[in-house]
C-alpha cells in the first residue's frame, strides 16, 4: 500500500511539473522567447549546429592517428592441391645428373630404375589457421585535409548564422500570429456591440413600422446590414481559431492548447510606434542575409582551394603488428598453441602527375563558382539596402495610417450618430442610415488592420535590420 502511494505521489508530481512546461497565458514578448526555445524549426537549427560542430571534430579527427584490429579466421573445408613433378622426387637424381658429367658404366653393379614420369598432388599448409593484427596510420601531409579543417570551421559559422536567421523568422512569425489572434479578438468585440445596436434598432424600426409611422424598406434595410454582420462575426470566429491553431504552431505547442493571450491590440501598438529606428543606419554588412552570403563566398574559396590541392603530393604512414597461428585442428584456444608474430612498417607517397587536364577543369569550374557567389554578394548588398529602405517606408506609413484610420474612425462614429437620430427624428432615410453603418464598420477593421500593420511592419523592419538581441 505504501509503494502505491509513493508512485501515484510520484505520478503526480511528474505530471504537475510537466503541465508546467505548456503555458496558459502569455504576453507576446513571453510568446516569443517561449517559441525560441520551444518552436520546433528553431530546436532543429539548434541541432544543425550541434550537428557541425560533430562535423568539425570528425574533419579533425580524420587527420588524427587511427587505430584499427582485424582478427581473421579460416577453416579449409578442403585444402587446395597443388601438382609438382615427380622426378622432383627421384631418390637416384642425383646419380642420373653426374652420369651426365662422368663415366659411372664400370662403377653401376646394377641398372638404375627408370626415372619416374608425371605429377605429384601436394597440400601445403595446415587446414585451420588464425591472424590477429592491429594497424595503426597516420597522415604526414595532405593538402585536401587542411583545406577541410578551414571548411568545417566556415560550416560551423553557416549553421550559426543559419539559426539566427531562423530565430529572426520565428520571432516575427510569432509577433504576426499574436497579432493575427488579438486582431480576431478585437473584431468579435466590435462585431458583438455592433449586433446589439442593430438588433435595438431594428426592434424599435420594427415597432415603428407595425405602428404605421414607417416604411417596410427601413426595416428590410436593417435587416440586410444585421444579417450582413452576423456573417461576418461567424467568419471572424472561425478565423479566431485558425489564429489560435497557428499561434500554437509557431510556439511549439499542440494547435488544440487553450490559451490566453495578455496584451491587447492597442497596447502593443502604442509601444511599437518608435520614429528613432528610422534612423538607425542602413548597414547590410551587419545583416543576417549579407553574412550567409559572406560564408557562401567563404565556402567557394575553400572550393578552389580544395581542387589546387588535389595537384599537391600526398605522404601517409603506418605500422602494424600481429600474430598469426596454424593448426590441422582447432587449437587456437589452448595454451600450447605456438603463435608466430610479425610486424611492418612502411610510408606512402602519393605524387599526382598526369590527369589529362581534369584537374584543370575542376580548378577552372571552382573558380567560376566563386565569381558567381561574388556577383551574388554583391547582388544580395544591394538588395538589402531595398530592403531596409522599403521597410523603412512600410513602417513609417503605418504609422501614419494608423493615425489617419483613428482620425476617419472619430468622424464615422459621429455621422453614424447624426444619421441614426436623423433616422429616427423621421428626417433620414434608412438607406442614408445604412450607408454611414457600413462606413462606419469598414473604418473600425480598417483602424484595427491598421493597428496590427504598424506591429508587423516593425518586425519586419527589425528583422531586416537584424537590430534585435535574441535570447
Known amino acids: 500500500m505504501k509503494k502505491t502511494f509513493v508512485f501515484i505521489l510520484g505520478f503526480i508530481v511528474f505530471q504537475t511539473g510537466f503541465s508546467q512546461e505548456t503555458p496558459t497565458s502569455l504576453s507576446l514578448q513571453e510568446a516569443i ?90 597440400v601445403f599448409g595446415t587446414k585451420q589457421s588464425m591472424t590477429a593484427f592491429a594497424t595503426l596510420n597516420q597522415k604526414i601531409f595532405d593538402g585536401s585535409y ?33 497579432g493575427n489572434v488579438l486582431l480576431a479578438e478585437e473584431s468579435i468585440q466590435i462585431l458583438k456591440r455592433n449586433i446589439e445596436v442593430l438588433e435595438k434598432n431594428l426592434f424599435e424600426t420594427q415597432k415603428i413600422y407595425e405602428n404605421g409611422l414607417g416604411e417596410e424598406e427601413s426595416v428590410e434595410q436593417l435587416q440586410i446590414t444585421l444579417s450582413g454582420v452576423q456573417s461576418n ?49 542602413n548597414n547590410p554588412e551587419s545583416t543576417i542575409d549579407y553574412l550567409i552570403a559572406q560564408n557562401d563566398t567563404k565556402a567557394k574559396e575553400l572550393m578552389v582551394k580544395l581542387e589546387k590541392s588535389k595537384a599537391l603530393p600526398t605522404l601517409n604512414a603506418f605500422i602494424n603488428g600481429g600474430y598469426s597461428g596454424f593448426s590441422d585442428e582447432f587449437t587456437f ?50 538588395r538589402i539596402k531595398l530592403q531596409i529602405a522599403s521597410a523603412k517606408s512600410d513602417y513609417q506609413f503605418a504609422i501614419e495610417d494608423y493615425e489617419n484610420k483613428k482620425e476617419n474612425l472619430a468622424l464615422a462614429e459621429r455621422i453614424e450618430t447624426k444619421n441614426q437620430t436623423k433616422f429616427f427624428e423621421g428626417i433620414g432615410s434608412s438607406f442614408e442610415l445604412r450607408q454611414a453603418q457600413t462606413q462606419l464598420y469598414t473604418a473600425q477593421q480598417e483602424l484595427l488592420q491598421a493597428m496590427l500593420d504598424v506591429i508587423n511592419t516593425k518586425a519586419a523592419l527589425e528583422t531586416a535590420l537584424n537590430t534585435i538581441t535574441l535570447n
Not at 499561434?247 to 487553450?258: A, E, R, S, T, V
Open 333 to 382: 584456444a589452448d595454451r600450447s598453441q605456438d603463435w608466430f608474430g610479425s610486424s611492418l612498417f612502411g610510408v606512402s607517397l602519393d605524387i599526382p602527375i598526369f590527369s589529362s587536364g581534369m584537374r584543370s577543369a575542376s580548378t577552372q569550374r571552382a573558380k567560376i563558382n566563386l565569381e558567381k557567389a561574388q556577383t551574388e554578394l554583391t547582388e544580395t548588398e544591394q
Open 146 to 178: 587542411l583545406v577541410g579543417l578551414q571548411s568545417a570551421k566556415v560550416f560551423l559559422e553557416i549553421s550559426k548564422n543559419a539559426k539566427v536567421k531562423t530565430d529572426l523568422e520565428v520571432r516575427k512569425a510569432v509577433i504576426e500570429a499574436y
Open 33 to 122: 522567447d517561449y517559441a525560441l526555445k520551444y518552436n520546433r524549426t528553431a530546436i532543429n537549427a539548434a541541432r544543425d549546429i550541434d550537428a557541425a560542430e560533430q562535423q568539425k571534430w570528425e574533419t579533425t579527427a580524420s587527420g588524427l592517428p587511427q587505430v584499427s584490429a582485424s582478427i581473421d579466421y579460416q577453416n579449409n573445408l578442403k585444402q587446395q592441391v597443388s601438382l609438382l613433378p615427380a622426378s622432383a622426387f627421384d631418390p637416384f637424381s642425383s646419380i642420373r645428373q653426374l652420369e651426365d658429367y662422368y663415366d659411372l658404366e664400370n662403377l653401376q653393379t646394377q641398372p638404375l630404375p627408370d626415372e619416374p614420369e608425371g605429377f605429384l598432388p601436394i
Open 233 to 281: 462575426l461567424n467568419n471572424v470566429e472561425r478565423l479566431k481559431t485558425l489564429a489560435y491553431q497557428m499561434l500554437n504552431i509557431n510556439l511549439g505547442l499542440d494547435i488544440y492548447n487553450d490559451l490566453v493571450l495578455t496584451d491587447n491590440l492597442e497596447t502593443l501598438t502604442a509601444e511599437n510606434i518608435s520614429l528613432a529606428i528610422l534612423e538607425v543606419e
